[in-house]
């Protein structure tokens, strides 16, 4: 069963930063593109960034600068550095992954149980 644990919410003053993590465990599994999504209360979910199997990273326009994805695949875990954080960063964000396991053969998409950002003085 392939679990993704996200860590490092809270609360953070304006201007100030946050990491991160994300860790995939179970099965024997390959990992594809990771990435980290936000959903604001009253809003739809949006990706923030992503990072390819392959190093490829792409960001939302509005974290370009201030974010950035890194990965690590020996612990399976991808990170989300946040600078300069601002009260538009405030919202649940999400750990998302493709992985292929060896339990079922095939690639699913997963999701991270969401973890809160509150970017408040």
């Known amino acids: 069963q392939v679990q993704l644990v996200e860590s490092g919410g809270g609360l953070v003053q304006p201007g100030g930063s946050l990491r991160l993590s994300c860790a995939a465990s179970g099965d024997t599994m390959t990992i594809y593109t990771m990435g980290w999504y936000r959903q604001a209360p009253g809003k739809q979910r949006e990706l923030v960034a992503a990072q390819t199997s392959g190093g490829s990273t792409s960001y939302a326009n509005s974290v370009k600068g201030r974010f950035a994805i890194s990965r690590d695949n020996r612990k399976r875990t991808v990170y989300l550095q946040m600078n300069s954080l601002n009260s538009e960063d405030t919202a649940v964000y999400y750990c998302?992954?493709?992985?292929?396991?060896?339990?079922?053969?095939?690639?699913?998409?997963?999701w991270g149980q969401g973890t809160q950002i509150t970017v408040s003085s």
């Open positions: 998302n992954a493709d992985i292929w396991s060896r339990s079922d053969g095939r690639t699913n998409n997963y």
